[in-house]
């Protein structure tokens, strides 16, 4: 395809061309703390919109949708497609709520420990930071697997250039350069997916020879009803739902919206858009069966173009591949960064900002270290990723359901999670088995702490009201100091 020295070129132009173009933008913009982490109240619907798109469309769906497909069928991508649509439309409630009752808010961790103190906050801490790492790690995985593809380059050294210009420009501006990048990136992403998607076209000679081929090998991937295609479209549903809740670039993204109806149609909207993307890659599944001669299906989408792809198509990969990423890791870094930022600023009350922001920076650069080892031995992240929405199954019933009851308390959150965990990991399976409850177990970890919660409530009544006023005073901005 390419040589090693063409595509460690082309992959230094492109993104230190977004880390500069970054630094230049935000250079301009010295700010608080505050604005660093969470640029309240900055975006309008089309900003906010473009943001959630980029942040959304990882290169994950250049491999997930059409694996997914190639088992699942049908059911399994539109499982998929609205999976990945409804964290957005969820945290349109979610964010108005919060945004109403703490009004000067950076953090999801924030409302953990104002609402119900240290045991609940740190069990879901751990789970957002587990969450992020291994989002973070995939990411940087699938680049380094693509270009590998592309070119015979070392899969450290994808990720050591990836990881190294999205943490220069993320450190440096915070939210608002990951902001700006997400919107630059989406003028990448856009016109390269149609054009990827007019290639595979191309490639297949249309949906009739696909479907036609398709009915002859493997029928029960066209049918909607096939119990297997179902069963997995609604694992991805209710494993995509409840871990995008807990993903602190979303929190931040819902105070940095300039008020809430924009909040609401950037949501909204952010939200519908990614689903179209995601099912027309998962189709490529469906034409991998159909048309391929058989082989990874891991990579079903590449096996169904790279035969037939030009060479200048294989160098837009590049900025493609490298787009998606860099929008879904920045969001992962300033989301680490925020959430170190404000957890320190409660363990050291009297630090100066600049301290804050000098402190977040290089936990943010340790964190990379077993990011970048993880990525450049290009192992599946898929089994972590699975655990992660598991814990985060177990989580967002006990952790949401305390934005609009009074009676909610901390004891009663931690209880309901734990028992949650508990039924999910009871079903969960083990390294290397086949997933065949995994349905069942996301389902329990979800819905067992509803049970626990109205059980707890029904044996121990009278307990006091928590006042929701109280959470306002408790969350303060960070700072007015420029760093």
């Not at 640029?39 to 694996?67: D, E, H, K, V």
Request: proline letters at 5%.
């Amino acid at each position: 395809m390419l040589t090693q020295s063409t595509a460690l070129i082309w992959l230094l132009l492109f993104s230190g061309g977004f880390a500069a173009a970054s630094v230049f933008y935000t250079r301009r913009k010295r700010s608080t703390l505050e604005d660093y982490i969470v640029a309240r109240n900055s975006q309008g619907s089309i900003g906010t919109i473009l943001t959630l798109m980029a942040s959304t469309l990882g290169a994950w769906i250049l491999f997930s949708p059409a694996q997914a497909a190639t088992w699942g069928g049908l059911a399994a991508v539109i499982g998929y497609a609205l999976g990945s649509m409804s964290p957005r439309l969820v945290m349109i409630p979610l964010g108005r709520r919060m945004r109403e009752l703490i009004p000067h808010g950076h953090t999801l961790t924030e409302f953990l420990m104002a609402r119900y103190g240290r045991p609940m906050y740190g069990l879901a801490l751990f789970i957002m930071l587990f969450y992020l790492f291994i989002a973070l790690s995939a990411e940087i995985t699938a680049i380094a697997k693509l270009v590998a593809m592309l070119a015979p380059v070392p899969l450290w050294a994808t990720a050591a250039i990836v990881m190294g210009t999205t943490l220069l420009y993320t450190t440096y501006g915070g939210l608002r350069s990951s902001i700006f990048t997400d919107q630059v990136q989406m003028m990448i992403i856009v016109p390269l997916l149609v054009v990827l998607c007019f290639v595979g076209w191309q490639a297949t000679g249309g949906v009739l020879p696909t479907v036609e081929a398709l009915q002859a090998k493997a029928p029960q991937l066209l049918d909607l009803t096939d119990p297997v295609g179902v069963k997995a479209g609604l694992t991805f549903f209710v494993a995509i739902l409840l871990t995008g809740i807990f993903h602190q670039g979303n929190w931040q993204r819902i105070y940095a919206a300039r008020d809430a109806r924009t909040m609401r149609n950037g949501f909204l909207l952010g939200g519908a858009l990614v689903a179209p993307f995601i099912f027309l890659m998962g189709l490529f599944g469906l034409a991998f069966v159909a048309l391929a001669p058989g082989g990874d299906s891991s990579i079903a989408l590449f096996g169904v173009i790279m035969p037939h792809a030009p060479a200048w198509f294989v160098i837009a990969l590049i900025p493609l591949g490298l787009s998606l990423v860099m929008s879904t890791a920045d969001t992962a870094i300033s989301a680490v960064t925020s959430i170190i930022a404000v957890d320190l600023r409660r363990l050291m009350p009297d630090a100066r900002a600049v301290t804050m922001k000098r402190l977040a920076r290089w936990l943010v650069l340790l964190m990379a270290i077993p990011v970048m080892i993880v990525a450049s031995q290009g192992y599946s992240v898929l089994y972590l990723f699975l655990l992660a929405d598991l814990l985060c199954s177990a989580a967002a019933f006990p952790v949401f359901y305390g934005l609009f009851s009074r009676k909610h308390d901390g004891f009663t959150a931690t209880a309901a999670t734990i028992s949650g965990l508990i039924a999910g990991l009871f079903f969960f399976p083990a390294p290397g088995d086949k997933p065949t409850y995994l349905l069942e177990s996301f389902l329990l970890a979800a819905f067992v702490p509803v049970v626990t919660t109205v059980l707890i409530r029904c044996v121990m009544r009278g307990r006091q009201e928590f006042d929701f006023s109280t959470l306002s005073t408790a969350v303060r901005r960070l700072d007015q100091e420029r760093v």
